[in-house]
C-alpha cells in the first residue's frame, strides 16, 4: 500500500513537501513516481524515480524527487509553488524498473496507486 500526506495550502513561491510511505512491498528495485490531477483535467506525470529521475518538464528546477529505500518513503519537494501547481497529488509504483521519461509518464505502466494528498497553491 502507498500513503501519502504532506499536502497543503500555500501562497505562490512557498514550499512544501509531500511524503508517500509504501508498506507490505517493497519497491527498492522499482520505480515511484508522482502524478497529479487538477479539477476538470486528465491526470498528468509530475516525477518518478526509476533508474534515473525524471520531470515533467514544468516543474524541472522547482520539484525535487528523491527516495529513503531502507524507510520505503518517496518524497517530493516542491519549491516555488504556482498556482498551476494546484491539484491532487498521488504517489504510484511498480516493480519494474523505468528508464526513460516518455515511460515514466504513462500512468497504465503503475500497478499500485495511493491515494492523494490535495496541494493547493493561491496567487
Known amino acids: 500500500q502507498l500513503q501519502a500526506c504532506g499536502g497543503g495550502a500555500v501562497q505562490a513561491g512557498g514550499s512544501l513537501r509531500l511524503s508517500c510511505a509504501a508498506s507490505?512491498?517493497?519497491?527498492?528495485?522499482?520505480?515511484m513516481s508522482w502524478f497529479r490531477q487538477a479539477p476538470g483535467k486528465e491526470r498528468e506525470f509530475v516525477a518518478a524515480?526509476?533508474?534515473?529521475?525524471y520531470y515533467r518538464d514544468s516543474v524541472k528546477g522547482r520539484f525535487t524527487i528523491s527516495r529513503d529505500n531502507a524507510k520505503s518513503i518517496l518524497s517530493l519537494q516542491m519549491n516555488n509553488l504556482k498556482p498551476e501547481d494546484t491539484a491532487v497529488y498521488y504517489c504510484?509504483?511498480?516493480?519494474?524498473?523505468?528508464?526513460?521519461?516518455?515511460?515514466?509518464?504513462?500512468?497504465?505502466?503503475?500497478?499500485?496507486w495511493g491515494q492523494g494528498t490535495q496541494v493547493t497553491v493561491s496567487s
Open positions: 524515480d526509476g533508474r534515473g529521475t
Open positions: 504510484a509504483a511498480d516493480d519494474r524498473t523505468i528508464s526513460s521519461n516518455f515511460y515514466a509518464s504513462q500512468g497504465h505502466r503503475y500497478y499500485y
Open positions: 507490505g512491498h517493497s519497491f527498492s528495485r522499482g520505480t
